[in-house]
């Protein structure tokens, strides 16, 4: 399973208080982050947060949203791609200075960060978190600056990496997304009111219009007095990251003004064109396949079915199963409708194979539920090398497709075909080409320099 970093939200909404907004905004992002939830607001004299381990409905409560009176604030999903899973890492993260209290939240990865954080240890500053998102919030206190946007718009520029951020002050609503683009940041109103999000579909939950997405490499800045907006500067190239279509957004989100529905449809009908097979029935594994799956089912005329089910609150829960339960592995997550596929020769869908662990125990339990035939059909290319830009894309040592051919994962995972999609051919489902995407995972062709071996621990054992 693949995993995003983080959502980001942000609103600037005098005179409303804005807790609630935030709330709903955050619920609807939750499928980007799944391992704390958090909240800050402005008052217009001060900071206040509620930040915890838990999915968003399980942080936040009447009572707790109820303190942060505010009509100014950002809120943070998190999943963690650098530091673990623990409270202090949760976000946003709050940080003081002489000219008052910022508050920060995140989506990417900092390369840079284990040099930018020693830099700073050495100027005398404190770090309670093992996160890039704290060495970021510090740098901003260390940059001079007339104002907090000077020194964010300066100390963004000394980072290297991906960067989707929003940023809080006592008046004033920060947002700023990096130079190549590789994480989502859009821009809506409610009324006048500005808000800033991941993804649209947040938008869409909180009644807000959906305006357009930041530019790479732009800052925007809200306050009583109106809008600031900033160039931080040029990328080497645009390069948003191809895995937001494939996976990691929303089917109801826009990126790049294209919903990502239709792409993941083009994704399956293009692999139908790569890989035509002889079958009865089109299914994909639930949820970011089943799209294509339907793709894949209009251009070949082979009827889709849903004949997987899948129970959306494991892997949601503090409960941990016992052994007995832990063994049944997918079946915990998802049931087939035997009356419906057996016998049948399937065609799977699925947005990725990482390490080839959960495929097999799939296709195990299509077959025991009577599938003739499991054709399997892949919306991404071969993953072959890690992401440092802030999705959590294993070590080459953990990527199957790195130590074996495609013909020897067919044989691991027990298909009767496997076929990935080209990388010419998931140009053409996006509709734009490779070069103004971020296809590292897929090429090792990074549109920054990373310091391989770089993991999301780094800065745990970093002094």
């Known amino acids: 399973?693949?995993?995003?970093?983080?959502?980001?939200?942000?609103?600037?909404?005098?005179?409303?208080?804005?807790?609630?907004?935030?709330?709903?905004?955050?619920?609807?992002?939750?499928?980007?982050?799944?391992?704390?939830?958090?909240?800050?607001?402005?008052?217009?004299?001060?900071?206040?947060?509620?930040?915890?381990?838990?999915?968003?409905?399980?942080?936040?409560?009447?009572?707790?949203?109820?303190?942060?009176?505010?009509?100014?604030?950002?809120?943070?999903?998190?999943?963690?791609?650098?530091?673990?899973?623990?409270?202090?890492?949760?976000?946003?993260?709050?940080?003081?200075?002489?000219?008052?209290?910022?508050?920060?939240?995140?989506?990417?990865?900092?390369?840079?960060?284990?040099?930018?954080?020693?830099?700073?240890?050495?100027?005398?500053?404190?770090?309670?978190?093992?996160?890039?998102?704290?060495?970021?919030?510090?740098?901003?206190?260390?940059?001079?600056?007339?104002?907090?946007?000077?020194?964010?718009?300066?100390?963004?520029?000394?980072?290297?990496?991906?960067?989707?951020?929003?940023?809080?002050?006592?008046?004033?609503?920060?947002?700023?997304?990096?130079?190549?683009?590789?994480?989502?940041?859009?821009?809506?109103?409610?009324?006048?009111?500005?808000?800033?999000?991941?993804?649209?579909?947040?938008?869409?939950?909180?009644?807000?219009?959906?305006?357009?997405e930041l530019e790479p490499g732009e800052l925007l800045a809200f306050g009583a007095d109106g809008v600031t907006r900033l160039h931080i500067g040029e990328g080497q190239r645009h390069a948003f990251c191809a895995f937001e279509y494939i996976y990691l957004a929303r089917p109801d989100s826009t990126l790049e003004n294209r919903l990502v529905y239709d792409s993941r449809?083009?994704?399956?009908?293009?692999?139908?064109?790569?890989?035509?097979?002889?079958?009865?029935?089109?299914?994909?594994?639930?949820?970011?396949?089943?799209?294509?799956?339907?793709?894949?089912?209009?251009?070949?005329?082979?009827?889709?079915c849903e004949g997987l089910l899948k129970n959306r609150y494991i892997g949601r829960t503090f409960i941990a199963p016992d052994q007995r339960l832990r063994d049944l592995g997918v079946q915990l997550k998802f049931n087939p409708l035997s009356g419906t596929i057996a016998g049948k020769r399937l065609v799977v869908l699925d947005d990725s194979i990482v390490r080839g662990t959960t495929t097999p125990h799939v296709v195990a339990l299509l077959r025991a539920a009577g599938a003739r035939e499991v054709h399997l059909r892949i919306c991404a290319p071969p993953l072959i090398h890690p992401c440092f830009l802030g999705v959590d894309i294993p070590t080459e040592s953990e990527l199957i497709a790195a130590r074996y051919s495609v013909a020897e994962i067919q044989k691991h995972v027990q298909a009767d075909s496997l076929g990935y999609i080209s990388l010419e051919g998931l140009q053409k489902a996006l509709q734009r080409p490779c070069s103004s995407l971020c296809t590292a995972c897929f090429t090792g062709q990074y549109p920054v320099p990373v310091q391989m071996g770089l993991g999301k621990l780094a800065l745990e054992t970093a002094p």
Not at 137 to 157: C, D, F, K, M
């Open 1 to 212: 399973m693949i995993h995003d970093k983080c959502a980001v939200f942000g609103t600037f909404s005098p005179p409303e208080d804005v807790a609630r907004l935030i709330f709903f905004a955050l619920f609807a992002l939750q499928h980007r982050g799944q391992e704390s939830s958090g909240i800050v607001v402005s008052n217009g004299r001060d900071l206040k947060r509620h930040a915890a381990i838990g999915l968003v409905s399980q942080v936040f409560d009447e009572e707790s949203l109820s303190r942060l009176s505010g009509f100014s604030g950002i809120g943070h999903n998190r999943y963690s791609t650098t530091g673990t899973n623990s409270s202090v890492n949760a976000q946003p993260i709050v940080v003081s200075g002489p000219e008052g209290k910022i508050a920060l939240a995140h989506n990417g990865n900092i390369v840079n960060a284990v040099q930018l954080r020693q830099e700073l240890l050495e100027k005398g500053f404190k770090f309670s978190a093992t996160t890039d998102s704290e060495v970021i919030a510090n740098l901003i206190l260390s940059t001079p600056g007339h104002n907090w946007v000077e020194r964010v718009a300066s100390a963004t520029r000394r980072l290297i990496g991906a960067y989707s951020l929003t940023l809080l002050t006592t008046d004033r609503l920060i947002a700023v997304r990096d130079p190549n683009g590789v994480r989502p940041l859009c821009l809506g109103y409610i009324g006048l009111s500005p808000v800033v999000a991941s993804e649209s579909c947040a938008l869409d939950h909180i009644g807000a219009r959906f305006e357009r």
């Open 265 to 304: 449809q083009d994704m399956g009908a293009q692999l139908w064109r790569e890989y035509p097979v002889d079958a009865d029935l089109v299914l994909g594994i639930p949820d970011s396949a089943i799209p294509a799956a339907i793709g894949f089912a209009d251009a070949s005329g082979i009827p889709y």
